[in-house]
């Protein structure tokens, strides 16, 4: 069996250790053989492929980003298509494809599977926000990254009795802001699915002021106010006609201060979360993961996507995967509240 491996969409810590899981995998067990995709269904559609054996992925699990290098591009999209995608595959010999990505990438795999194309998948996302899954690889790793910046703010925050607001990812969801928030002990968590009024933040802010505190906030990148209509986005539009969020944060910052004579700066920690090594976690999941995947693939489970439940590697059908984020729990923001203020 020859399989093609494609990345697709945002990077994530943990990707080449998913593509090193399969390529040993399947070299070891199966005797299969292995191509990557450059840039995502881009080569796919563009016919770009590179050799992946056990020499290629030799000691890339520690590794962040991708070595295959991803894309947003949609694959129906230009000379896309089905014709096209199956032209590829035939041509280069190819039995399957196994795409790793989030929501617009399995979407786009679910598509072309319900076309007859051989496809299997691998969630990815920082955000945690896939419904099939209970944890995504890459989430671990954002978090420590903003846990890691958090407790940084709090030592300048605490000499200058300044109030701290860090700026997370999380467009639709606050997964990474709840955990990094509640690991690093911040005074406010403000996610996209709870509204929030400046008079509460402002009451928290000077709870911990008052008690002698540096108040710490954290905020995910799409969170709004209770007179926002809309996100805080100053940026203009993705390739997917999406708004580039980004600057919520600074946007508070000034009311804070304006409303509490409390001294407020903000910091967005952006693509950085994305980027560096992998935790220990991220990479035994993604492993984990991208071994499992090829029993998928040798049994020729289309549509199929592998996702971790519990403790234990599971597949489940791609539209599982689609249509519902995956977000935070009522009880679950109501249980870090008690720790505000």
Known sequence: MRIGILTSGGDAPGLN???????????????????????????????????????????ISKQGGTILG????????????VDRISEVLERNEIDSIIAIGGEGTLAAAK?????????????KTIDNDISATDYTFGFDTAVQIATDAMDRLRTTGDSHQRCMIAEVMGRHVGWIALHSGMAAGAHAILIPEQKTSMEEILGWVTSANDRGRAPLIVV?????????????????????????LGGIGEHLAPMIEEATGIETRATTLG????????????????????????????????GQMVALRGTDIVDVPFEDALGKLKTVPQERYDEASLLFG
């Open 70 to 81: 991803t894309s947003r591009t949609n694959p129906f999209e230009g000379r896309g298509g």
């Open 111 to 123: 598509r072309l599977s319900d076309e007859g194309l051989p496809i299997v998948g691998v969630p």
């Open 220 to 244: 995910s990148e799409g969170f709004a106010l209770d007179t926002m209509d809309d996100t805080h986005h100053e940026r203009g539009l993705d390739a997917f006609g999406r708004p580039r």
């Open 17 to 59: 250790a998913v593509i090193r899981g399969a390529v040993l995998k399947g070299d070891k067990e199966y005797g299969q053989q292995f191509v990557g995709f450059k840039a995502g269904w881009r080569g796919v559609v563009e016919e770009e492929l590179v050799p992946l054996g056990r020499h290629e992925v030799k000691g």
């Open 271 to 302: 693509h950085i979360q994305r980027g560096g090594t992998p935790s220990s976690y991220d990479r035994v999941l993604a492993t984990r993961l991208g071994m499992a995947v090829l029993d998928l693939a040798r049994d020729k489970r289309w």
